[in-house]
């Protein structure tokens, strides 16, 4: 059973702080990585794919890659209180191609 | 360029009854992928369709069946409702198929079995 986990939460920081997720995964053959952000009630909403060793930055994210300790993580620099939500890591499933999600991390920023 | 539409948003059905639930890709897009999300299992992978053809299938009962239509459009139905397919559905749309590519979330159908 291939599977991807994340840390249920709740996570809370502090408005200003840095939010670090993590996320591991047991499929050798994935090859592209995604953060989706979940608020309550809502649908998920893509914050960045990832698909290569090392870092990538948008804005106030990053998303780390490290294929051979298979763990993907999300940094998120100077938290806002619009950023609690519920972060959810996919990976692609090595052979049929499809997303495996994690159960997702609940993040709470206080003001 | 207009997202992921659902229909319909809310739903709620009895035990053994069927459902059908809509999805309208964004325009463009060929793959649908359809989950179900329940507070206890995250985000389950259905199945998904390509090109009017399901690419592949997650682990559910043959209850949950599915199909494509030549815009793209997709259906999925549930036959004989257990109260555990209680759950929100979500559709997500992507240029081409698999993981590799950004799949865009519709708002869901909230299904509810009593």
């Known amino acids: 059973q291939k599977e991807v986990e994340q840390n249920s939460g709740p996570l809370s920081v502090p408005e200003g702080a840095i939010a670090s997720l993590n996320c591991t995964y047991s499929?050798?053959?994935?090859?592209?990585f995604f953060w989706y952000r979940q608020y309550s009630g809502k649908s998920p909403e893509l914050i960045m794919s990832i698909y290569s060793n090392g870092d990538k930055e948008d804005g106030r994210f990053t998303a780390q890659l490290n294929k051979a300790s298979q763990y993907v993580s999300l940094l998120i620099r100077d938290s806002q209180p619009s950023d609690s939500a519920t972060y959810l890591c996919?990976?692609?499933?090595?052979?049929?191609?499809?997303?495996?999600f994690g159960k997702g991390t609940k993040l709470s920023v206080k003001p | 360029k207009a997202g992921v539409t659902q229909t319909p948003r809310y739903l709620i059905k009895t035990r053994g009854q069927q459902v059908t639930l809509s999805c309208s890709p964004i325009s463009g897009h060929r793959s649908v992928s359809w989950y179900q999300q329940t507070p206890g299992q995250g985000l389950q992978f259905l199945f998904e369709y390509f090109s009017e053809t399901q690419r592949n299938k997650g682990n559910f009962p043959g209850r949950f069946s599915g199909r494509q239509f030549s815009n793209s459009r997709s259906e999925m139905n549930v036959s004989t409702l257990e109260l555990g397919d209680s759950a929100l559905y979500l559709c997500?749309?992507?240029?081409?198929?698999?993981?590799?590519?950004?799949?865009?979330f519709g708002p869901g159908t909230r299904l509810t079995v009593l």
């Open positions: 997500a749309s992507s240029l081409e198929p698999g993981g590799t590519d950004t799949q865009y």
């Open positions: 499929d050798r053959g994935s090859q592209s």
């Open positions: 996919a990976v692609s499933e090595g052979s049929q191609g499809n997303l495996i």
